[in-house]
């Protein structure tokens, strides 16, 4: 049996001996050199990172992997979790809900629910996230999984389908409590799933206040209220040591800045600044491929079109720093192994990697554009025919 022929982009990885054109694809854009753009120098942090989400490349890190006291940012997980339930009409945000004792007597920040008192999930919602109430965490826990145990569980489930590989979670309000570990990576990514795929999170927890019962707080998040600042969450993991997740948009571009263990609060936010000024002032994010755009075709004999088309799966995006001379981005095309039709629309048939200086950008998953079906035998003989010309 003939082997396919593949052609992508820059990069050739040809199989057999069956005729292919190349894709119609516009020239990829050159990107500069690694820059000699000062990092900005943080007040003695445990961890921190800065992450572009619209590209998901990491533009910062130092210790970044490094285990650490995940604090009140455990609430990110818990929002997510929340919202899953949402998708999944589990719960009803408007729905009035019942309120635990141990939810009222929890310890540390709290938005002051009552049992007896109407509450609904809404409202929980941006009492987790605005005042970083415990106390929410606890009663949404409860209302999505029936337990807080039972609502652990998803949280670290969904960790491992996020790929949090050094995160694990034992509450859902970040009290602290043995094994409860992240890193500034984990938190960085968690973040960016969360505004993925639920955006909405920005507009709630980027608020300055929020007011339940009369009683109104404001955000714990020392950068709320500033411009361009949309969230994310903060967190005492012990006294003198202060987690900060910072999210902020602009020109429809959205950094995260994570800092763990900070001295301050103040300290938290000033690196946190910091770290998103980097981001806007020397990184710009250039568009490679859009959604469903053709970056690879396969040929083989034996398959009935004799060519399938090679589309991603969303679009491509890359950031690079600005002001600088420019070179080529390394694109490669690497096809599923051993092939073979039928192939149905939309099926994987391989990676395309991106990568500039040695340095890995992105790997983005490429699909089957329309479906292909094993040639007939009359096809496949005429095939094998021409093999032996």
Do not use: C
């Amino acid at each position: 049996m003939k082997s396919p022929k593949v052609l992508a982009l820059v990069a050739l990885i040809a199989w057999g001996s069956a005729n292919a054109a190349t894709p119609n694809l516009p020239a990829l854009p050159t990107l500069p050199p690694p820059p000699p753009m000062p990092v900005p120098q943080l007040t003695g942090i445990q961890g921190a990172i800065l992450l572009d989400v619209n590209s998901g490349q990491v533009l910062m890190a130092e210790h970044a992997e490094k285990p650490l006291n995940p604090s009140g940012l455990v609430k990110l997980m818990t929002a997510y979790v929340l919202y899953q339930a949402e998708k999944q009409r589990i719960v009803q945000p408007q729905a009035n809900i019942r309120v635990a004792d141990s939810a009222w007597h929890v310890q540390g920040s709290r938005m002051f629910i009552q049992p007896g008192m109407p509450v609904t999930m809404a409202q929980l919602e941006s009492g987790l996230l605005i005042d970083g109430g415990n106390d929410a965490a606890i009663a949404i826990a409860q209302t999505v999984a029936g337990s807080v145990g039972g609502f652990v569980d998803l949280m670290n489930r969904d960790a491992g389908f996020m790929g949090l590989r050094h995160t694990h979670f034992t509450n859902p309000d970040g009290l602290p409590q043995p094994g409860q570990t992240s890193t500034a990576l984990d938190i960085a990514r968690l973040s960016e799933y969360l505004i993925r795929a639920y955006p909405a999170v920005l507009q709630l927890a980027g608020k300055t206040a929020y007011t339940y019962n009369h009683i109104t707080q404001y955000n714990y998040n020392p950068l709320a209220g500033r411009a361009d600042i949309n969230g994310l969450g903060v967190g005492l993991a012990t006294k003198g040591s202060w987690n900060l997740d910072a999210s902020a948009t602009r020109d429809g571009r959205t950094l995260v800045a994570v800092v763990m263990g900070a001295p301050s609060r103040s300290a938290a936010g000033s690196d946190a600044s910091a770290l998103l000024h980097y981001g806007w002032d020397g990184w710009q994010n250039v568009p490679l491929y859009t959604a469903g755009q053709v970056v690879a075709q396969i040929h083989h004999g034996d398959w009935s079109p004799a060519a399938v088309q090679g589309v991603t799966t969303s679009a491509v995006i890359v950031s690079e720093p600005k002001q600088q001379q420019g070179t080529k981005l390394n694109t490669q095309f690497i096809p599923v192994a051993s092939l073979k039709a039928p192939i149905r629309a939309g099926a994987p048939i391989g990676t395309l990697s991106v990568s500039w200086h040695g340095h890995l950008l992105q790997t983005v998953p490429v699909v089957a554009k329309t479906a292909v079906q094993p040639a007939g035998w009359f096809t496949r003989l005429l095939h094998a025919g021409e093999s032996w010309l």
